[in-house]
């Protein structure tokens, strides 16, 4: 039958029927596509966010604390036997090659004697910490990122609290060049790993709730405000991702046969909660010092400038 077709449309063309031009057949996708949620919230000391995983499969990444030079989130490998939590810290991108002292290997200044240090990155000039934990789908982790100025560089430590001992920890702390600026470019994603087709076909999703910074001159300030970013790389599921809220919680959705209700590029923007507006007390948070000093350099954050290089980073 095609054969006939073919041969009915050279006669009546007069093409030969190399000439013809073949339907090309669309790849399957790799993966699901990488989705975040931009924060849209100035500078800060201290970055604090809730993280359940409601969905996950093997060779996924949560990240609920991901700013410009940095990450901290939960990591499934191989369904329940291995989960981990990763904390990752690198130069930013305008200190990588400063002038007339290239930024050197992020410093670790302390870790955690239950996890693993290694470098990070493609340069491996970063900095990462992995400790294997058992989370589990379904339950709410508190996740908290102190940062102090030094200068041109910054110290970043990362705290988790432990559900199971009911206490925070403390799992390292980086140093790193920062340009003389506090915390910026806040986000939170989920990232397919596996990227072997069938992880595609596969949901991940989590859900953000109780999302805090401390601003450098002293007042906390809620995150009720995101905007929705997906990876356009082409071997990515970009028609199956979501992003909304529920019960006060920002939800990102990625893989699998996930329908589309935002459109990338959308902002969110979280219900004013009922009186009283909970405010993370000190109790809370023992551990953090929030008399820090003023910044070297004035700061602004630029959404659009953040949005970019995220997306260059997920390509």
């Known amino acids: 039958m095609q054969k006939s077709l073919l041969l009915a449309i050279c006669l009546t063309t007069g093409m030969k029927a190399g000439e013809l031009k073949q339907p090309v057949a669309k790849s399957p996708p790799k993966a699901a596509s990488t ?6 919230i100035g ?4 970055y604090y966010t809730k993280m359940t995983v409601e969905k996950s499969t093997d060779g ?23 989960r981990a939590l990763i904390f ?10 400063l002038a007339p002292i290239p930024a050197g290997p992020v410093i670790t200044v302390s ?18 910490f992995m400790r294997q934990v058992p989370w589990k789908v379904g339950q709410e982790y508190q996740f908290l990122i102190d940062c102090v100025l030094e200068g041109v560089t910054a110290t970043y430590s990362a705290w988790f609290f432990n559900t199971d001992a009911n206490k925070w920890e403390n799992l390292a702390t980086f140093r790193a060049r920062s340009g003389g600026k506090w915390l910026r470019g806040y986000n939170s994603f989920i990232e397919d790993m596996r990227r072997d087709s069938r992880s595609a ?25 995101a905007t929705f970013i997906a990876s356009p790389g082409k ?10 809220f529920q019960d006060g919680s920002f939800v990102l959705t990625t893989g699998g046969s996930t329908v589309k209700s935002l ?6 923007t979280l219900p004013e909660p009922a009186p009283p507006l909970r405010i993370p007390e000190m109790p809370e948070f023992p551990f953090i010092n929030l008399t820090k000093p003023e910044p070297v350099f004035p700061m602004s954050l630029d959404i659009e400038e953040v949005k970019r290089r995220m997306l260059e980073r997920q390509k």
Not at 88 to 97: G, L
Not at 235 to 244: R, T
Not at 263 to 268: A, E, P
Request: a negative charge; hydrophobic letters at 35%; aromatic letters at 10%.
């Open 43 to 46: 500078p800060a000391d201290v």
């Open 35 to 40: 989705v975040n949620l931009v924060y849209e």
């Open 88 to 97: 990752a810290v690198w130069n930013a991108d305008e200190e990588k090659s």
């Open 235 to 244: 071997v990515e599921a970009k028609d199956f991702v979501n992003a909304g």
């Open 201 to 225: 076909l596969e949901v991940r999703q989590a859900r953000l709730d109780d999302i805090w910074i401390h601003s450098y001159h002293g007042s906390w300030v809620p995150v009720r405000r």
């Open 60 to 82: 996924s990444s949560f990240m609920a604390c991901a700013w410009d030079n940095g990450l901290f989130g939960l990591q499934q490998y191989d369904g329940g036997n291995k």
């Open 111 to 128: 870790a955690n004697e239950n996890g693993k240090v290694s470098a990070y990155g493609k340069d491996k000039m970063g900095g990462q």
């Open 263 to 268: 459109k990338v590029g959308d902002t969110l």
